[in-house]
């Protein structure tokens, strides 16, 4: 490393806080053929990702209704039952952060997708988020990982030189458009491995 990594960013959901729509949908379809069916063709990443870029839940849930009818009731639990598709913190991920909070050495800072409608209910829940300098979410900004301009977004807002940062994400596109940006990327595959990464890097003794 040319420069001494001086900034930690996080992505939250699968690093920091376990988030599986399965959770909700397991009750809702009697075979799991179905249900894969229904996360494929139905409610899609593809189209929860627009509303991680800032469409209104409404709107979404309105056009998916009317394209598949008869799963109408499904469709609406997307995101009425969504606090269920949060299972909670990922301890040992957590605990990284926590520890590096305590040793006050790095600045620590967040990226992440998600709708700016359902990101209080996060704040809320996970007391540990307090523990960021800021937190840049993307359906507050409308640009969504991994456009490039997220990056620049949280670099230029945060005065953070690229060199200077570490970039967490369990997505390897994500990561991948990070190192783009000319940060050092870590792509999530547990906390045990991120520990190692992290001490490789100098970040963790």
């Known amino acids: 490393m040319s420069k001494r990594i001086e900034t930690v960013i996080f992505d939250l ?5 376990d ?4 959770y909700v949908f397991r009750e809702f379809f009697e075979e799991e053929e179905e249900m894969h069916y229904f996360f494929r063709e139905v409610c899609t990443p593809e189209w929860n990702a627009r509303q991680d870029a800032g469409r209104s839940l409404d709107e979404a849930t309105e056009e998916k209704v009317r394209e598949f009818p008869e799963y109408e009731h499904a469709i609406r639990a997307y995101y009425g ?24 050495s790095h600045r620590l800072l967040a990226l992440t997708n998600w709708s700016h409608e359902t990101f209080p209910v996060a704040l809320e829940r996970f007391g540990f988020l307090e ?3 800021g937190i840049v979410v993307s359906g507050q900004e409308r640009l969504i990982k991994p456009d490039l301009r997220i990056y620049q977004t949280l670099l230029q807002r945060y005065r953070v030189a690229a060199p200077t940062a570490v970039f967490i994400d369990d997505s390897a596109p994500n ?9 050092a990327g870590i792509h ?17 003794e």
């Not at 039952?81 to 006050?104: C, F, K, N, T, Y």
């Open 13 to 17: 959901g699968g690093v920091l806080i």
């Open 19 to 22: 988030w599986n729509p399965e």
């Open 81 to 104: 039952d969504w606090e269920q598709m949060l299972g909670g913190p990922i301890m040992a991920s957590v605990a990284l952060l926590e520890q590096l909070h305590s040793r006050g």
């Open 131 to 133: 523990l960021f300098e």
């Open 175 to 183: 990561v991948e458009a990070a190192r783009q940006m000319g940060i």
């Open 188 to 204: 999530f595959q547990g906390a045990e491995r991120l520990e190692e990464e992290l001490k490789a890097l100098g970040v963790l």
